[in-house]
């Protein structure tokens, strides 16, 4: 068996997967195999993976059958035939540089651990370079009940691990940020190593991409579920929200509704108004007597008061 699976769900994405691939067959780690889950594509994206697996025996494609749509199923099905020690999960419009694979899997090898970590450069490819390099550390994972800790092919997770309720929500995969639901369940108790490692190219502004922040509504929704599903993993497991964790919650739904003035979406506005106001008053019951808060009750002249803020935060 291959020390390392790597696991692409394929849909539509013809004009990326052979370059993805590629990366793949460019590392220096060697000993791995690829399973491509093919998810109802309607372009040529499954011709090319056959044509590239006639050559490369490591490299298979699979076929999802009907019931299974969405990118976290497809991962799922990916899992069930994997037979490495360790599991990356791959987008078909990503790359990789060529020493990924080693540096993950090295430090696998010296440290009692189920996941290893390392960072990620972030490129457009309408401009074809590199716009931020990212490194996640122990705080990422604190984080991890509202922002995902790393890009999903950084990191390398022990495919014993990922058993019953650690895979892929796949009542997630009609919303956007299901990666958010899976990587805190996956981190959760879990012993993680991280590596300086920036191996791993996240290519943002792809059409279709399920991260993109522009498309707001989707993104509020995604967020809304995603964020239930980690409090009530928390609960399940008689492990209660700290006060760090219900004041970023509170935080991050500040900083939609903030956004969401600007764009001036009523509806969605509201919806994030009400939510916001319950994550202050837990914050508020967790600390009483810290001001800012204390102040955020005030929620009216609160906001006004941020207005230059909220402005800054448009831009970005």
Not at 39 to 52: A, C, K, R, Y
Not at 93 to 115: C, G, M, P, T, Y
Request: glycine content about 6%; overall charge neutral.
């Amino acid at each position: 068996m291959p020390a390392l699976s790597i696991i692409i769900p394929l849909h539509n994405k013809g004009p990326y997967i052979r370059d993805t691939l590629e990366s793949a067959q460019a590392q220096d780690f060697t000993d791995w195999e690829a399973l491509v889950v093919e998810n109802h594509s309607t372009d040529d994206g499954p011709s090319q993976v056959l044509e590239i697996a006639a050559r490369d025996p490591r490299i298979r494609l699979a076929d999802a059958p009907p019931e299974i749509r969405g990118p976290g199923a497809a991962r799922n099905l990916g899992l069930s035939v994997a037979g490495g020690e360790w599991v990356l999960f791959l987008d078909a419009d990503d790359l990789l540089e060529s020493h990924q694979f080693a540096s993950l899997i090295n430090a696998s090898r010296s440290r009692e651990v189920q996941i290893v970590a390392g960072g990620w450069k972030e490129f457009s490819s309408c401009v074809n370079s590199v716009c931020s390099v990212r490194i996640p550390d122990t705080q990422s994972i604190t984080n991890a009940i509202v922002k995902t800790p790393w890009a999903v092919h950084a990191a390398i997770v022990r495919r014993a691990w990922l058993t019953g309720d650690k895979r892929w929500l796949t009542e997630m995969d009609a919303l956007m940020l299901e990666d958010l639901a899976f990587w805190f369940r996956a981190t959760f108790e879990a012993r993680v190593a991280f590596v300086q490692s920036t191996g791993a190219l996240y290519r943002f502004g792809v059409q279709g991409n399920r991260n993109l922040y522009s498309d707001f509504s989707a993104w509020v929704k995604g967020f809304d579920v995603a964020v239930q599903n980690n409090v009530e993993y928390m609960r399940q497991r008689g492990r209660r929200l700290d006060a760090y964790q219900v004041d970023l919650i509170m935080r991050y739904y500040e900083s939609a509704v903030l956004r969401c003035m600007v764009q001036g979406n009523g509806p969605i506005l509201r919806h994030l108004y009400s939510t916001y106001r319950t994550w202050v008053r837990k914050a508020v019951c967790r600390n009483p007597f810290k001001f800012p808060i204390c102040a955020r009750l005030c929620l009216p002249w609160y906001f006004l008061s941020h207005r230059r803020a909220c402005l800054r935060m448009a831009e970005e």
